[in-house]
């Protein structure tokens, strides 16, 4: 009787442990290639990146989709414990959250329609109708320069009012805007770039060992290879 109950007790105590062994990650899935629904279904860069680094970590990675704009609220809040959204790790927002080392670089580039001429770079946007992703890198840009702009929620809108000649350009990230280009013939990209911007996995300032176990298990990845893999896989 005392062995049965030992063995239910520690079946009991296994899965208590284990099945809190979770990881939240918050995403915003409408940012191809890096993250999007397929089918349904939210894939990409950012979300295969996630699970490989759940894999080394020993966890299982639970991605959670909101609004970009609320994903620091619910990492701050807890409802999540990384973010991977292709976030810029920009300096106002490492005041709030950790970051970890960077995994990706970019640049916000200038999506046009394919019979635009007159804009060549980011002086040219002056008097033009600029849409921009509420809350992107791509927003704080353009209000830095001291454009007005037209704030969309989600790349595929502004792309969408583009191309219905409602607005002139879409600044946005450069992988995502060579992803549209790619899949839209009317659609191409401005000489001019913006600078370079780091994109890294935010960790909540406390979680100091998650953010060391975050950083290593993407040091291991570079290392044996999974990170090239997930590139190819991506972007080639
Ligand atoms: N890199 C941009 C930013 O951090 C856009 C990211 C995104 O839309 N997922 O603001």
Redesign the pocket.
Known sequence: MKKILLVILSVVLFTVSFGSNKVYVG??A??PP??YLEKGEMVGFDVDLAKEIGKIMGKEIVMKDMA?DGLIPALQTKKVDLII????A?ED?KKTVNFSDPYYS?NQVIVLNEENTDIKGFEDLKGKKIGV?L??????VITEMGYPSEKFNA?FAGIMALQSKKIDAVVL?SE?ANNYIKKNDNLKLAEGKGEA?D?AIAIRKADKELLEEVNSAIEELKENGKFEELLTKYFK
């Open positions: 995403t915003n409408e940012f890096f993250e970009f959204a292709g976030m810029t920009t927002r970019a992703m809350g992107f890198t791509g927003d704080f790349a990230d995502t911007e994109y």
